[in-house]
Nanobody
């Protein structure tokens, strides 16, 4: 089965840094675009960053210049480097990718909590 496992979250002070990791198994990782999203309590899940199979990247305006998405195809892992963290970055961060099977749900990890103290 396809599995996405996030790690690297934790508690940091404003201005600090974290690097999130997402280990992927059960699919041909290098052919899939990967995404990081966040969800704050009571809020909609929102896209943070995307990296394509060709290494193209996109970012939400709120994180441009602070976050960097990258991938290591040899390790089947996608990363999110988070710098200059702000209290409003506090959320659960999820790794996800689209299923290539028509009619199937997207694949999501379990999430990792990021808390930036105020």
């Amino acid at each position: 089965q396809v599995q996405l496992v996030e790690s690297g979250g934790g508690l940091v002070q404003p201005g600090g840094s974290l690097r999130l990791s997402c280990a992927v198994s059960g699919l041909t990782f290098s052919t899939y675009a990967m995404r990081w999203s966040l969800q704050a309590p009571g809020k909609q899940r929102e896209l943070v960053a995307t990296i394509g199979s060709s290494d193209s990247t996109t970012y939400a305006d709120s994180v441009k210049g602070r976050f960097t998405i990258s991938r290591d195809n040899a390790k089947n892992t996608v990363y999110l480097q988070m710098n200059s963290l702000k209290p409003e970055d506090t959320a659960i961060y999820y790794c996800n990718t689209r299923s290539k099977v028509l009619g199937s749900a997207d694949y999501w990890g379990q999430g990792t909590q990021v808390t930036v103290s105020s």
